[in-house]
């Protein structure tokens, strides 16, 4: 399956939960790979913590196949080469992690229809080896927005499934903008149909993922004093009717990710051993990676019957 | 392998081949379904000029015409130097069992040419050959054929096997749901001139990472490259079921988690692959006895059978369990 990571905005927690959803669908055993199709600042590296190819490669990555300088893409068995202590040994029945990084000038560039074949060659290729492919794009309606919306309307790529992750903070702002980067006139929905694809059904294959929301009913927020406790409450029924109100409310979410210390600080995977031994991060967001990584091929959670 | 072309052969004009290399990529079809002979002929009819092959037996084997492409570029080469050469690369698609697909290109190399380029018509006529440009370095440039560190530019014919691998996975025919996920292999081999009244022998076989093997053999004169380019298609073949399998038993967690998991990661493996073990059944006579000797040394068919025995076991295993009450 196909997994395009995507947001409105930087900053969204876009590349962090992909990567978290990346390594916990590894840990139960599938083939996950991740590309850093973030043209213009690549960062998956530093979330898996494989220092030598920090901010993307020289030559030779995701840019320079699809402008096709590369006649393949450089991949990084994640499980090789990164320097996080817990990852280094490979964990028992887990599946491969492959990490595709991007070029360091890698930057935008236009869409044109060798990048396609060759973005269709790609996911056809990915798709044959890999459980989930998951792809970060850069934030906006950027060419690798564009990319992905036109090789996956390809009829070469019928029968591999796509699915949308559309991340956004838990702001008004970030809201509103999600809303209108999925639904807008120069949305992905609208830029989906004008190439091709089917209204219905790439909705259908579209959900919200919600970052860093800080939750007025649980710790330490529940035990904030009453007259600010009773604000934040306030406050947050209030955006929940602007999502809904947008597009973006319950039903059209995938899971919700919880401020969490340790990712306000650092770019990282959230590991058992960081939530049960070193106690640095909380059950929750380690909780809410492995419902995404769950729900992201559970068919209920997609409405499919 | 039925009427190689003779490319191998000397000539009057054409000096005499001294090295063939080749490259060959080894996938699993991404279909739903084994494709029929038919199905199979209609996928790998890359050229509307010629006639696909098709055979029966011992399995089903259908082979695309040869594509030629040609060639003016530089031989890799193990010490960096430039050794240009004018010719043509062979290219060829396989589906055997309407399950495996195998894209492969190769080309004969002549131990000399002349330090000039020919009429087209010269290369043409010996479609698979490809002259240098003065005397070859042969060990030099088979050194540098199977090389992982080759310079941009230098003739690469895993980047026209790759070509010719996708371009059949993106016929609109196929439907991309193929019933596991498995990996691409890749094998590049080179085979040498072998010593005056000396038979054939395969000097080396190697796995390298990320599913890149190299095979490097010794053939006797007048052999010709395309039973060469069959022998290593073989290989490549069984070495990908190889792979694919041990691969699959691993992921399947076998003997340590609940049975039943294995058993369904272990189906397709029973469904799919198991009866496409068969050994040089289509190498011909003369390198014959270069599989006998892996089959020795690393006992292809001897690891392929602890698995199949693994599979098997477990299987009986979970159906007598699921007969108890
Ligand atoms: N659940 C979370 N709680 C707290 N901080 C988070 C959370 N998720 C991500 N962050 C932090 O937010 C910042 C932005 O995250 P990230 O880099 O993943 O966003 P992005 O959308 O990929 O940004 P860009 O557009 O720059 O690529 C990072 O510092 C990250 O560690
Ligand atoms: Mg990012």
Redesign the interface.
């Known amino acids: 399956m196909l997994v395009f990571a995507a947001s409105d905005k930087g900053g969204t927690g876009r590349s962090v939960t992909s990567a978290n959803i990346a390594f916990h669908r590894a840990l139960a055993g599938d083939d996950v790979c991740y590309l850093d199709f973030d043209f213009g600042s690549p960062t998956a590296a530093a979330v898996f913590d494989v220092p030598s190819v920090m901010g993307g490669i020289v030559q030779g990555g995701l840019h320079s196949y699809l402008q096709g300088q590369a006649h393949e893409p450089v991949r990084l068995d994640v499980w090789a080469r990164t320097e996080h202590p817990v990852l280094r040994h490979r964990p028992a029945g887990s599946g491969n992690l492959v990490l595709f990084p991007g070029d360091r000038s890698g930057g935008e560039f236009a869409v044109g229809n060798d990048s396609v074949i060759r973005g269709i060659d790609l996911f056809l290729r990915l798709h044959s080896e890999f459980d989930v492919v998951l792809v970060d794009l850069s934030a906006g309606r950027s060419y690798a927005v564009d990319l992905a919306l036109e090789v996956t309307a390809r009829p070469e790529l019928h029968g591999v499934g796509a699915r949308w992750l559309i991340h956004h903070r838990w702001t008004r702002q970030h809201v509103i903008a999600a809303s209108g980067f999925a639904f807008g006139p120069r949305g992905i929905l609208s830029g989906g149909v004008a190439r091709g694809h089917d209204v219905e059904e790439l909705r259908g294959s579209m959900r919200f993922v919600r970052a860093a929301v800080l939750d007025p009913e649980t710790p330490p927020w529940s035990l904030a004093p009453p007259a600010q406790s009773a604000w934040m409450r306030t406050c947050d029924q209030g955006l929940h009717r602007l999502a809904a109100d947008r597009g973006v409310g319950y039903s059209a979410m995938l899971g919700s990710v919880p401020l969490e210390p340790v990712l306000q600080w650092r770019e990282q995977l959230i590991t058992d051993e960081d939530v049960f031994s070193s106690r640095v991060a909380g059950p929750e967001t380690l909780k809410a990676f492995q419902d995404l990584a769950g729900k992201l091929t559970d068919d209920d959670a997609w409405g499919i019957p | 392998m039925a009427g190689p072309a003779n490319t191998g052969e000397r000539t009057e004009q054409s000096p005499e081949p001294v090295l063939v290399f080749g490259e060959v990529h080894t996938?699993?079809l991404?279909h739903g379904q084994a494709l029929t002979g038919r199905g199979a002929a209609d996928l790998l009819r890359l050229r509307a000029d010629e006639r696909v092959r098709l055979s029966e037996r011992p399995n089903l084997y259908v082979r695309s015409p040869d594509v030629p492409t040609g060639v003016d570029c530089h031989l890799p080469s193990a010490s960096g130097a430039k050794v240009r050469a004018v010719g043509t690369v062979t290219a060829r698609a396989t589906l055997t069992e309407g399950r495996l697909l195998q894209a492969g290109a190769h080309c004969t190399v002549t131990a000399d040419g002349p330090g000039r380029r020919r009429r087209w018509g010269h290369y043409l006529a010996r479609p698979g050959v490809v002259e240098p440009f003065g005397t070859l370095p042969e060990r030099d440039v088979a050194d540098g054929c199977l090389g992982a560190g080759r310079r941009p530019g230098d003739l690469?014919l895993?980047?026209i096997a790759?070509r010719t691998l996708?371009r059949v996975?993106?016929d609109?025919a196929?439907?991309?749901?193929?019933p596991f996920?498995?990996?691409?292999t890749r094998l590049r081999w080179v085979a040498l001139r072998a010593a005056d009244g000396e038979g054939p022998s395969l000097e080396r076989f190697t796995l390298a990472g990320?599913g890149l093997r190299m095979a490097e053999l010794r053939l006797p004169a007048g052999i010709p490259a395309a039973a060469a380019a069959g022998l290593c298609h073989d290989l490549a073949l069984h070495d990908w079921l190889l792979t694919t399998l041990v691969r699959m038993v691993e992921?399947s967690?076998l003997g340590?988690?609940d049975g039943r998991d294995a058993l369904t990661a272990l189906r397709p493996a029973v469904d799919h692959l198991m009866h496409l073990w068969m050994p040089a059944a289509r190498v011909d006579q003369p390198l014959r006895p270069l599989w006998e000797a892996l089959e020795r040394e690393p006992g292809f068919t001897r690891q392929w059978q602890i698995l199949v025995q693994r599979i098997r076991d477990q299987l009986a295993l979970q159906t007598a369990a699921h007969l108890q009450p």
């Open positions: 996938c699993l991404q690469d895993g980047a790759d996708t996975l993106r609109r196929l439907d991309n749901q193929p996920k498995s990996q691409v990320d992921r967690r340590s988690t």
